[in-house]
């Protein structure tokens, strides 16, 4: 065997044991972190209610917009039908099925980056790449949770590789990959944060000639195919019904910053920006090693680099100036790019001619004690972590004080193991206000007439007379006021504790007037 082969050979076992071992931690990690969330429980109740009945809507999202005509051909159906394929296995609503759901598209996710990055450079910059976004904070949270954002951001990547495994200008190969891209929007609307980025790298790569493209134009039609198709599902059938529940559900809280053209808005976006940015790396190692990289692709200024550097800004900008509220949820669309600019940086030094100066010691030294550091403390982040018992915890404290055929309003976290029991989402009160602007808390409860009503601290920072200054506040927020006295006239607390994850939790039983 040639020398040449041993070596590839050697970097194939390699890689495939790394990555192996990364699989392996995700799997071990998949229900500890992070804890169950809200949301993902309501997506679980989402597609349980689609593959009993057929149709995109589960329990937890009725009470307010199934009063309205084909209430559910509103919900994005995409992700729904395709994480039902792993839930269809359990014989009730199942966390675990949804989280491996999530993982899957996950991995996806990764072969369409490494697919991107290998085009980009070479075999050992995709490897490195894909390695550590498998270890970054943004991953880990995405790949885990059931929530849609995971399939957002691989139908938006896989958009991405498209666009670059494309060398002939294929036109059926660039109309898939705008209509990955609506499809991304399908899944969450802010997958289309992908867009702007290959739209600035067919400017970048064709210049004024984009306008003969026909791979650009092919790219267009597939994204506005995908858009139509959106609509046909979920707008034309009803158009009255998805405009006044998504004005129920959404109204500000999604508007992109650049589409308020509130100056204020648009700047403090990027101050939302830099803000998330220090919250999924806050060891700070891969985001210095990040700005050297984009210091060395200006220096540089090969083809690559500048490639790289228009696909990093252009991702950057978009995210920021497309994306009003910057979750961790939503991190995955751009934070490759940060792994991306960290490694081109890291591969410099690595594999630069060796010249045995103290330079040479001193730069692999501290570069690769900096990733180093990063991984293990990404490594010990996801180990250490495991907010599953506190779940367990918290659900059997509720579940105690819950009756045979209860009816329940709370947190949706607590729907999993009280699915056959009527149970409304605590934000029903605020959609019935939204519903009816004139109506009190009082009305809304009689409204529902729960037997049961659960309070956590997810519920609890929305409960405020006055809310705080974001959007999800001013949208979502109880009267603090309204809600206490309801309670202190007609529930009683029922047994209360507190918890590592959820706070302290409450549960009220009402009673009602005969």
């Given at each position: 065997?040639?020398?040449?082969?041993?070596?590839?050979?050697?970097?194939?076992?390699?890689?495939?044991?790394?990555?192996?071992?990364?699989?392996?931690?995700?799997?071990?990690?998949?229900?500890?972190?992070?804890?169950?969330?809200?949301?993902?429980?309501?997506?679980?109740?989402?597609?349980?209610?689609?593959?009993?009945?057929?149709?995109?809507?589960?329990?937890?999202?009725?009470?307010?917009?199934?009063?309205?005509?084909?209430?559910?051909?509103?919900?994005?159906?995409?992700?729904?039908?395709?994480?039902?394929?792993?839930?269809?296995?359990?014989?009730?609503?199942?966390?675990?099925?949804?989280?491996?759901a999530s993982l899957f598209f996950g991995l996806v996710f990764l072969g369409?980056?490494?697919?991107?990055?290998?085009?980009?450079?070479?075999?050992?910059?995709?490897?490195?790449?894909?390695?550590?976004?498998?270890?970054?904070?943004?991953?880990?949270?995405?790949?885990?949770?059931?929530?849609?954002?995971?399939?957002?951001?691989?139908?938006?990547?896989?958009?991405?590789?498209?666009?670059?495994?494309?060398?002939?200008?294929?036109?059926?190969?660039?109309?898939?990959?705008?209509?990955?891209?609506?499809?991304?929007?399908?899944?969450?609307?802010?997958?289309?944060?992908?867009?702007?980025?290959?739209?600035?790298?067919?400017?970048?790569?064709?210049?004024?000639?984009?306008?003969?493209?026909?791979?650009?134009?092919?790219?267009?039609?597939?994204?506005?195919?995908?858009?139509?198709?959106?609509?046909?599902?979920?707008?034309?059938?009803?158009?009255?019904?998805?405009?006044?529940?998504?004005?129920?559900?959404?109204?500000?809280?999604?508007?992109?910053?650049?589409?308020?053209?509130?100056?204020?808005?648009?700047?403090?976006?990027?101050?939302?920006?830099?803000?998330?940015?220090?919250?999924?790396?806050?060891?700070?190692?891969?985001?210095?090693?990040?700005?050297?990289?984009?210091?060395?692709?200006?220096?540089?200024?090969?083809?690559?680099?500048?490639?790289?550097?228009?696909?990093?800004?252009?991702?950057?900008?978009?995210?920021?100036?497309?994306?009003?509220?910057?979750?961790?949820?939503?991190?995955?669309?751009?934070?490759?790019?940060?792994?991306?600019?960290?490694?081109?940086?890291?591969?410099?030094?690595?594999?630069?001619?060796?010249?045995?100066?103290?330079?040479?010691?001193?730069?692999?030294?501290?570069?690769?004690?900096?990733?180093?550091?990063?991984?293990?403390?990404?490594?010990?982040?996801?180990?250490?972590?495991?907010?599953?018992?506190?779940?367990?915890?918290?659900?059997?404290?509720?579940?105690?004080?819950?009756?045979?055929?209860?009816?329940?309003?709370?947190?949706?976290?607590?729907?999993?193991?009280?699915?056959?029991?009527?149970?409304?989402?605590?934000?029903?009160?605020?959609?019935?206000?939204?519903?009816?602007?004139?109506?009190?808390?009082?009305?809304?409860?009689?409204?529902?007439?729960?037997?049961?009503?659960?309070?956590?601290?997810?519920?609890?920072e929305f409960i405020q007379d006055i809310p705080a200054n974001s959007p999800?506040?001013?949208?979502?927020?109880?009267?603090?006021?309204?809600?206490?006295?309801?309670?202190?006239?007609?529930?009683?607390?029922?047994?209360?504790?507190?918890?590592?994850?959820?706070?302290?939790?409450?549960?009220?039983?009402?009673?009602?007037?005969?």
């Amino acid at each position: 065997m040639s020398p040449l082969k041993i070596v590839m050979k050697r970097d194939a076992v390699i890689t495939s044991v790394l990555f192996l071992s990364l699989l392996a931690l995700h799997l071990w990690t998949l229900m500890r972190f992070p804890a169950p969330f809200v949301d993902e429980v309501w997506y679980t109740s989402r597609t349980w209610g689609y593959i009993q009945t057929g149709r995109v809507f589960g329990d937890l999202d009725r009470g307010i917009f199934d009063y309205y005509e084909g209430y559910w051909t509103v919900l994005p159906g995409l992700p729904i039908f395709l994480r039902s394929f792993f839930l269809r296995f359990s014989s009730a609503p199942s966390l675990l099925a949804m989280r491996l759901a999530s993982l899957f598209f996950g991995l996806v996710f990764l072969g369409a980056l490494y697919a991107t990055a290998v085009r980009l450079a070479d075999r050992r910059f995709a490897v490195w790449t894909v390695g550590l976004v498998t270890l970054s904070a943004s991953f880990l949270q995405v790949a885990h949770i059931a929530r849609t954002d995971i399939e957002s951001a691989t139908f938006g990547y896989l958009a991405l590789a498209l666009y670059f495994n494309n060398p002939g200008s294929k036109v059926w190969v660039a109309f898939l990959s705008g209509l990955c891209l609506g499809l991304a929007y399908h899944c969450h609307p802010h997958g289309v944060v992908l867009g702007p980025p290959i739209v600035a790298l067919y400017l970048w790569h064709e210049r004024w000639a984009i306008f003969r493209s026909r791979a650009f134009w092919a790219f267009a039609a597939g994204g506005i195919a995908g858009l139509l198709l959106f609509g046909f599902l979920h707008i034309l059938p009803n158009p009255d019904t998805y405009f006044k529940t998504m004005a129920l559900n959404y109204a500000s809280t999604h508007i992109p910053p650049l589409l308020t053209g509130d100056p204020a808005i648009i700047l403090q976006a990027f101050s939302n920006m830099r803000d998330a940015l220090l919250r999924d790396y806050r060891a700070m190692t891969l985001l210095i090693l990040a700005a050297a990289g984009v210091g060395l692709a200006i220096t540089r200024r090969s083809d690559m680099d500048k490639t790289l550097l228009v696909l990093v800004i252009a991702t950057f900008l978009s995210h920021t100036l497309l994306v009003r509220n910057k979750f961790a949820f939503y991190s995955l669309l751009s934070s490759p790019m940060i792994e991306m600019m960290a490694v081109l940086f890291a591969m410099r030094l690595f594999y630069q001619p060796w010249w045995g100066g103290w330079r040479d010691y001193m730069g692999r030294l501290v570069t690769g004690a900096m990733v180093g550091f990063h991984c293990l403390a990404m490594i010990a982040f996801a180990s250490l972590i495991n907010g599953y018992p506190s779940y367990q915890a918290a659900q059997q404290g509720v579940n105690q004080a819950v009756r045979e055929g209860d009816r329940i309003i709370g947190p949706q976290t607590y729907w999993l193991e009280l699915y056959d029991h009527p149970y409304y989402p605590w934000e029903a009160l605020v959609y019935y206000h939204h519903y009816d602007p004139d109506s009190t808390l009082a009305e809304a409860m009689e409204q529902f007439k729960p037997d049961i009503f659960v309070m956590d601290v997810s519920a609890q920072e929305f409960i405020q007379d006055i809310p705080a200054n974001s959007p999800y506040a001013d949208q979502l927020h109880l009267s603090q006021t309204e809600l206490e006295a309801f309670l202190a006239k007609q529930a009683t607390v029922v047994t209360e504790f507190e918890n590592g994850v959820y706070g302290p939790v409450k549960v009220y039983r009402i009673t009602w007037p005969e």
